[in-house]
């Protein structure tokens, strides 16, 4: 997708670059957004701990601070205020049911992400209603979940990962590296186009939605190709963040082993998280190393894609063009990976233990908001006749076939290595 220009000469992707480090700088400076809670387990607590006016008054906060992020991107971007202004205030409503769906105790106990509930909530109104050209016109996913990334890159911490051990980073390799191609070459042989096959196989490979958003940006890929990726993505996670605890307790595998599994092989990171708390503490610590270290992955990936399509796609538009250069190469590289990188470089490095206690809450707070704002508007603007219909099908079969593969392999080298 190509990028919006304005008078400032910024991209999408710088624009989320400087909002997301606006976020940081604000929160590192002292302000702390107070976050309203969300847990319940029955309906008077819902009443006295959720609904109550103190609660929804710090939801209301939050609500002014991510219209404001959101404004200041559409203004910089030379996208329309009013319309961003009328739709902004829907989706977050609507977010807000999911997240309070989300806190339920028992729901959380089946390990059912807010990301979730937002995308079904999205999904059954653009689906079974007509919705309203202005709302979906309005709708910022990209936008959205690029937010995301930047935030979830201050929990990308390199020193927690190599003190956890290396092994975590080599099943990453070994994973990334054999599904990715494997997904790849499935993809071609199903007569999936290269861009939607480069999107699948991110996705499978290294972190699910972050990655398909990553590729996207690294190859300028089509918005509807990635929201059917993400779709996908998320509608396939669930069976597998459900059952694969309770396989991997059957199948009498370690802690250590069933946590690399987990780690390696469901998509989102707080899906792995809430899995190998089912099993145990060694079972969640290894499964979040090994999930972060695919993590870490993700930018060098983006930029390796970006040179492969760079290569590729301008030798085959047409015989007589020059070879890519270096400044053609820069163009097409996706810069919020360069944010990403930046925001775990700076709390690796930089930031002080304590303060990063301080302050991590609330960035996984904002971050897990973020995400459930791409994804209700992802619902929003998605059909199930796209993912079901003959286009669609060839795609689904690729990614499925892909998980499976990842399923397996990604057990094999656990079972080896822990």
Known sequence: MTPNKTTFNLSEDWTVVLLGFLIILVSLSGFQIPMPTFGWESPTDLS????????????????????????????????SLAANAKG??????????????AGNAFLKNWNLEAVIFSLTIGLLLSNFFTLPTWLTDSLSTELFVKIG???????????????????????????????????FWVSKKLGVDEELALMISSAVSICGVSAAIATSGAIKG????????????????????????????????SQEVTGAWLGGTIDTTGAVIASG???????????TIVKFSQNVLLGFAAFAISIYWTFTNNQTETVKQAKPTVGLIWERFPKFVLGFIAASLLFSFVISSETIDSVKGGFKALQGLWFALAFTSI???????????????????????AQLFNVFITLAVAYVLF
């Open 88 to 101: 902004f205030p829907i989706v977050f409503v609507l977010t807000s049911l999911a997240l309070i769906l």
């Open 48 to 79: 006295e701990k959720v609904l109550t006016v103190a609660n929804l008054a710090k939801l209301g906060q939050v609500f002014l601070f991510t219209l404001i992020i959101a404004l200041l991107a559409s203004r910089v971007l030379g996208k």
């Open 277 to 287: 708390s089912l099993v145990g503490e060694t079972a969640l610590k290894i499964s």
């Open 149 to 183: 990334l930047i935030l979830l890159g201050t929990s990308v911490i390199f020193g927690d990962i190599l003190k956890a051990g290396s092994l975590g980073l080599i099943q990453a390799l070994i994973v990334v590296i054999s599904v990715w191609y494997f997904a």
């Open 222 to 253: 089509d918005s509807k190709k990635l929201s059917y990726v993400i779709s996908v993505v998320l509608i396939t996670a669930i069976p597998m963040i459900i059952f694969l605890p309770f396989l991997a307790k059957a199948l009498g595998l």
């Open 379 to 401: 619902g929003l603007e998605t059909k199930f006749a796209d993912l079901f219909s003959k286009e669609g099908k060839k795609p689904l079969y690729a990614f499925l076939i």
